[in-house]
């Protein structure tokens, strides 16, 4: 990450929150306000795996509500 977002990244906790809330609060404060939400819309959508070799792997997790992609496959003409 560049130092220029690391000034303005709010998960460090480094800067002063009028809310007196974390970013994972704030997160799941946002997530659950709907009238029609409950707390599955608050659980991560994504798994982060740190490879030995330096590389993250990034997946949907698989309690993921909400997915990318269609429903059904569609063929093309």
Do not use: C, F, Y
Not at 8 to 29: F, I, Q, V
Not at 36 to 54: H, Q, V, Y
Not at 66 to 77: K, L, Q, W, Y
């Amino acid at each position: 990450m560049s130092s220029d977002a690391t000034e303005h990244d709010d998960t460090t906790g480094d800067h002063d929150d009028p809310t007196g809330m974390t970013a994972d609060e704030k997160r799941h404060d946002q997530l659950t306000r709907a009238p029609k939400s409950d707390e599955t819309d608050a659980a991560p959508r994504i798994t982060t795996e740190e490879r030995p070799d330096g590389v993250t792997r990034i997946d949907v997790a698989d309690t993921a509500k909400v997915r990318p992609g269609g429903g059904e496959a569609r063929t093309r003409d």
